[in-house]
């Protein structure tokens, strides 16, 4: 035999007729291969051998026996035999057993690391894994499967109903038909997003793959996939579609999602007009003071208050968002009436009426509403919202807490709004404006011992317009600073002309806007001013109102320092509807005080105002301060302010506002 494998071209590396022998010389030598009989010299036989053999080296063994008998063909099975020779035999029954038995061994052992790659990779994997037989109807889930569900290895069976039993409801028929589309061959991979009931009662998102596979006719016999928890991916997107349509503070619907269900309201109400829908527009009073003062934390703490108690005020079915900044709407789903909509704008001022907290601040914020009720005209959601923002305006202009219902000529007041804010950028290009001036006259020698300068706008298409006509405006689109410069500059040249002219102690007062103020450029500008003019410092002062000073107590002392250093004197404006406070008023360093006009009207009307206007003479005189009293139209008030020997006054009594040149002749 060994004469013949050499023939063969096999390497015959030893031989023995013990099996104990045999055992060593195969853990020494590792051969491919072993011809064993049956029949072994010594304690051990060839079975024996044999089994030992492949439990402890893996190597194939082919058995050589005389007998062919059942009881020892059987025991060669047990042996695991890759072969069997009945001698006698030829070298071509040696080749072939050879052959198949090395060829056995080696495909043995390539599905043998298949399978344990695939176990590794099964119990690597956090995925379950589930293998479907269809024919038996039997499937095969993975330890991770059923640790998924919650469940141990003995807790679920091979039924495939353990699977689809546990499917949600709503989701069983969309599994169902997922798998079957994919058997019949419809898509190419089995894929499908569900709900599966846990152990625990609760469903849980899963992602379930898998492959089907066919047989020669295509008939599919075995589909195999796998089972991935996706709950925490589900989350996470459910909260990425939530933070896309909701605002990130308060937790309310956006802009985004409320117009979303303000257009679908419209369109219901387009297929009924009669169901009847309103908008609400509501802007806080005020909100700018709180974040400036009391930081943003705090005016975010009172925004999700707000919201809180809007909640409260308004229906489960109603719908509330913060659109941005301290702007809110409300959807009101279903009203009877205009009625309904009072009702509930007066239950939201009375929610927000309610004292706030704000650290060491009490608070009692208000808010301006506008109202939107929808009627046919309407096309989109967007034009409600629109309106309803008009009326909230109006609500505002009238002085806040309060609500306005939207009528048309709220519209044509926007539109032409727009139209101003257009003009207003063409005139600061062409500067369309005009200075008058007011005499202040001093009631001891009863001369114009100054003048207020006050700007007009002369528009190409409607004439002269008044301040209150569009400084407002100007403010918000910052055209007031280019106008603030050319009313400065053209004032001084004009003071210098009458300086000029005879008169050497007359001065001009302009007023300063909240932006002026606050440009850190004021203080050099007035100086670059006065010295391009050639006007002495003291032919200029400067009005600031007290709600402005007060604003920034340390900022305006030091501004008003800077400018008294300059030799200009800055006057209170308006005084009297503001704070009022002493303590403020002995800090500032000023050199006039304004009475606003509002007091000065009521004299003669009002006893208290009366002593009021005087207690403001006494108290401005103490402190050194000159007084002028705006707005005196009669003569009994101008006897009034004359008895408290108030010093100065300014008013239609005496003079309108007037021209340069009109002003010089009432100079002369």
């Known amino acids: 035999m060994a004469a013949s494998l050499e023939n063969m071209g096999y390497i015959v590396a030893g031989q023995t007729g013990r099996g ?18 049956i029949r072994l010299q010594g304690q051990m036989h060839g079975i024996e051998a044999a089994e030992y053999i492949h439990a402890h080296f893996d190597i194939p063994v082919v058995f050589i026996s005389a007998h062919s008998d059942t009881i020892t063909m059987q025991s060669a099975i047990r042996a695991q035999a890759y072969g069997y020779l009945i001698k006698p035999f030829d070298e071509r029954d040696l080749r072939y057993n050879i052959i198949t038995a090395l060829y056995k061994h080696g495909m043995e052992r390539k599905l043998r690391e298949s399978e344990e790659r695939y176990a590794l990779a099964v119990r690597a994997a956090n995925d379950g894994i589930w293998d479907w037989n269809l024919k038996a109807n039997e499937i095969y889930f993975s330890h991770r499967w059923k ?22 409801p709503d989701h069983k028929n969309r599994v169902q038909t997922d798998l079957a589309s994919h058997v019949k061959g419809l898509t190419p991979l089995f894929e499908c997003e569900y709900l599966i009931r846990h152990s625990n009662g609760k469903y849980l998102w899963v992602l379930s793959r898998g492959l089907a596979v066919r047989d020669a006719n295509g008939k599919v016999y075995r589909m195999a996939g796998s089972h991935s928890d996706i709950a925490a991916r589900k989350l996470a997107e459910e909260r990425l579609a939530h933070d896309a349509l909701h605002d990130a503070l308060t937790g309310l619907p956006n802009r985004v999602l409320f117009m979303d269900r303000l257009e679908n309201r419209l369109e219901r109400t387009k297929r009924s007009p009669d169901d009847l829908f309103a908008l609400m527009f509501i802007d806080l009073d005020r909100f700018k003071v709180v974040n400036d003062s009391l930081g943003h934390a705090v005016g975010d703490q009172l925004l999700i208050t707000i919201s809180h108690r809007l909640r409260l005020s308004l229906r489960p079915e109603d719908t509330i968002s913060r659109l941005s900044g301290d702007e809110f709407a409300v959807l009101l789903h279903d009203v009877s009436d205009i009625n309904d909509v009072h009702r509930v704008a007066d239950r939201i001022k009375g929610q927000l009426v309610t004292t706030t907290l704000l650290g060491a601040v009490e608070r009692s914020p208000s808010a301006s509403i506008g109202i939107a009720i929808f009627n046919t005209t309407y096309s989109s959601a967007a034009e409600l919202l629109r309106d309803a923002d008009l009326a909230m305006y109006r609500a505002k202009a009238l002085g806040g807490n309060r609500h306005q219902l939207f009528d048309e000529t709220m519209q044509v007041s926007a539109i032409e709004l727009l139209q101003l804010e257009e ?30 300068a006050l700007v007009r706008w002369l528009h190409p298409k409607r004439g002269i317009l008044q301040p209150s006509e569009f ?15 050319f009313v400065l500059r053209t004032a001084c040249l004009q003071v210098k002309a009458w300086r000029n002219a005879g008169h050497p102690n007359i001065w ?17 500008q007035v100086s670059q001013i006065l010295s391009e003019t050639e006007l002495p410092s003291d032919g200029l002062r400067l009005e600031i109102t007290e709600r402005l000073a007060i604003h920034d107590t340390e900022y305006s002392i030091k501004i008003m320092k800077e400018l008294q250093e300059m030799g200009v004197h800055t006057s209170l404006d308006d005084f009297g509807t503001g704070y009022s406070s002493l303590a403020y008023l002995n800090r500032f360093p000023l050199k006039f005080l304004k009475i606003d006009q509002s007091f000065i009207q009521d004299i003669q009307l009002d006893e208290k105002n009366e002593s009021l206007v005087a207690a403001i003479i006494a108290m401005a005189r103490s402190l050194g301060l000159e007084v002028v009293a705006e707005g005196v139209e009669k003569d009994e008030q101008l006897n009034f302010l004359r008895s408290q020997l108030c010093e100065n006054v300014q008013g239609f009594l005496l003079s309108h506002p007037v021209t340069a040149m009109e002003l010089t002749k009432l100079l002369k």
Do not use: C
């Open 508 to 524: 001009v007062s302009v007023n300063i806007s909240s932006r002026q103020f606050q440009d850190q450029n004021m203080v050099e």
């Open 471 to 485: 400084i407002h405006l100007a403010e918000e689109t910052g055209h007031i600073l280019s106008i603030g410069e």
């Open 20 to 37: 104990e022998i045999a055992i060593r010389q195969i853990e020494e030598l590792r051969p491919d291969l072993v011809l064993m009989d």
């Open 147 to 168: 640790d998924i569900l919650g469940y141990k290895a003995e807790e679920i069976g091979n039924d495939p109903n353990e699977w689809i039993s546990r499917v949600h």
């Open 423 to 452: 003009d207003l950028k063409h005139a600061a290009a062409r500067k369309e404006w005009l200075v008058y001036y007011q005499p202040i006259v001093s009631l001891a020698s009863n001369e114009i011992i100054g003048v207020e």
